[in-house]
């Protein structure tokens, strides 16, 4: 049974914050919500996620260690939303980041809505030119424009397209100008849900991979707690799997987990969020090793 002081540090797993020099591993709490378009409450993501990983036990099964104890987790204060633009946030995203990526840290991002992740990915592609973003979401997000501008949280991977190859998994929602995009650009990196063909996947990506997570390519039963939850999806073991293996067999440079609305009283999916939070880190530093095997169904 994990012991808990009287009281715990608000960072990520509730321990005293280490040294940001000493950690391997960096969390980076960005609620920023501007251009939802239903259920709103993502702006409050990154503090339930951090809330729920000070209740988790550090160590973990799979892997067989304490990934927090071998692996020290450093918790960013959140970055502040600018209302001016969804541009100038971006902008201001892809500034904080590139810095960030100037240390030699393995940063997770929180979200706040999916739009954040265009600003990250073009600060990680300035870092990387081979750089494929793997995006796991229940939605294409690739309308040009939405509700008049290029950076709502329905465009990120049309903007992440422009600079970089970019493979979607699990997809079962689109426009029909989403689907004409594709048909005209014959864009053939798209799996639908529940399409996870792992060897397929790794065929058409790089060397180094940024994961982008949009909590409701899960499966609705599993995760409600997202602005637009779409039936159908994965379930955690397919998922977790497929994570795993991702970094097993590529170089996995970061990470951000988006779209937690969370619901008030239910916890579960909160829960859910930090574990794999917790699970991205681990397999970035112990994944190689050779992890006890996982349910299948």
């Known amino acids: 049974m994990r012991i808990y002081k009287e009281k715990e540090a608000f960072t990520f797993c509730g321990y005293d914050n280490p040294p940001f020099k000493k950690a391997k591993a960096i969390i980076v709490p960005i609620p920023h919500e501007a251009t939802l378009s239903y259920k709103p409450g993502t702006s409050q993501g990154p503090q339930a996620i951090i809330n729920a990983s000070r209740h988790m036990e550090t160590y973990d099964i799979e892997l067989g260690l ?3 104890g071998k692996a020290p987790i450093h918790t960013l204060e959140q970055m502040e939303s600018n209302f001016n633009s969804p541009e100038e946030m971006i902008n201001e995203i892809e500034r904080s980041i590139s810095k960030l990526l100037t240390f030699k840290k393995f940063p997770v991002i929180l979200g706040g809505e ?36 290029h950076y709502s949280h329905a465009s990120p991977m049309r903007r992440c ?4 190859n970019v493979i979607q998994v699990g997809i079962r929602s689109m ?4 689907a004409e995009y594709i048909n005209k650009n014959k864009i053939k990196n798209i799996y639908y849900s529940p399409e996870l063909s792992i060897k397929e996947i790794l065929k ?5 991979v940024y994961l ?17 939850p779409e039936p159908g999806g994965l379930t955690w073991y397919p998922f977790i799997n497929f994570i795993k293996e991702i970094f097993k067999q590529r170089n996995v440079v970061g990470a951000d987990v988006v779209e937690l609305s969370p619901i008030p009283g239910i916890v ?17 530093f112990f994944g190689k090793m050779n992890a006890k095997s996982t349910a299948k169904n």
Not at 204 to 208: I, V
């Open 204 to 208: 058409n990506t790089t060397r180094n």
């Open 161 to 164: 397209r422009e600079i970089a």
């Open 114 to 149: 999916h739009s954040i992740t265009t600003g990250i990915v073009r600060a990680f592609k300035r870092k990387y030119s081979d750089l494929t973003v793997i995006q796991l979401d229940a939605h294409a997000d690739l309308r040009d424009q939405y509700q008049g501008t």
């Open 212 to 228: 982008t997570i949009d909590l409701d390519v899960l499966n609705p039963a599993l995760m409600p707690a997202v602005g637009t």
């Open 66 to 68: 304490e990934i927090f």
């Open 268 to 284: 579960a999916p909160d829960f859910m969020a930090a574990v794999i939070v917790y699970k991205l880190i681990g397999y970035k």
């Open 175 to 178: 426009s029909e100008d989403e």
